[in-house]
């Protein structure tokens, strides 16, 4: 059976602590962005959809076919985002759950959740070549995700009352490069790489406290040393600045770097969306806000 049109919809993430440490063997924390989402709609077509294996949104439709033994059951499908691409908020993983989900809805099947994240991971290693499985994993979570390379994931509790602000600089980032880069240097890096691994215990420790200070310090120190291994860019640095002055507890760049997103951590909301409008006027070209 097959309907007129098949919907699917997935949310994005960001980092919050651990990028380049956790290629280490550090932890990461992740958190789901519940309020940005994209959304898949797949419906009948007289041909059959040309897939192209380098791009996300192929390979996931494919692989939802495949499992289904529908590949020759022609289909298009509609993509609407409000996920910026190469910005660190897991917009690839995002439009595989959602394309995923959409084919299975199409056919009127259902899904669980084991099985969509193999789906959606093999979509990714098909184009990504060695994902970590990170951005899946909480873009199909409701709840924080703490990920340690080749030991695994877990759940944290998220109820501190505080507000983070998330802010796209406007410029592309490229996580290969700069995982690259951090590692031509590694041995000068290392000191750096160990203590962003330290403070982000400690902010994990931290949200099990409810210290949101101590979270903010910890986020602020975080930059310093992915400054220091060269990961930053001049406009995210003045927006962390910016932050820090106009009354957030803690700031950094978030993601892969060279480029890519910055976030602040607000006490309440009413320091949140201060902080949101200072930064779209310090030339971030988007800003949203997520409840902690």
């Not at 959606?120 to 199909?140: F, M, Q, R, Y």
């Amino acid at each position: 059976m097959t309907k007129k049109i098949g919907v699917g919809k997935a949310h994005s993430k960001i980092i919050w602590m651990g990028e380049h440490s956790v290629v280490y063997g550090y932890p990461a924390i992740a958190i789901p962005l519940k309020g940005i989402e994209v959304e898949c709609c797949i419906y009948p077509a007289k041909e059959k959809i040309t897939f192209d294996f380098y791009d996300t949104v192929s390979t996931a439709i494919y692989s939802a076919l495949e499992y289904l033994n529908h590949t020759d059951i022609p289909i298009s499908c509609a993509i609407r985002s409000e996920i910026p691409q190469k910005r660190g908020m897991g917009s690839s993983a995002a439009v595989s759950i959602a394309a995923i989900r959409a084919v299975f809805d199409y056919f009127e099947q259902s899904i669980d959740r084991q099985t969509l994240e193999i789906l959606v991971n093999k979509a990714e290693i098909i184009a990504h070549s060695n994902p970590s499985g990170l951005d899946a994993k909480t873009c199909l979570s409701d709840q924080a995700i703490t990920f340690i390379r080749n030991i695994g994931f877990n759940t944290l509790d998220l109820d501190l009352g505080a507000y983070l602000v998330i802010a796209d600089t406007g410029i592309y980032g490229n996580t290969r490069e700069a995982v690259e880069k951090v590692a031509q240097t590694e041995e000068a890096n290392l000191p750096h790489l160990a203590a962003l691994g330290d403070l982000t215990e400690i902010v994990q420790k931290a949200i099990q406290d409810k210290a949101i200070d101590t979270i903010g310090q910890m986020m602020t120190k975080a930059h310093s040393h992915l400054q220091a291994i060269g990961v930053s860019v001049d406009l995210s640095d003045q927006l962390v600045a910016l932050a820090l002055k106009n009354g957030a507890l803690g700031a950094k760049m978030s993601g892969g770097g060279l480029g890519g997103c910055i976030i602040a951590l607000a006490s309440d909301q009413a320091d949140a969306e201060h902080i949101s409008h200072v930064l779209k006027e310090g030339g971030a070209v988007q800003t949203w806000i997520e409840k902690l």
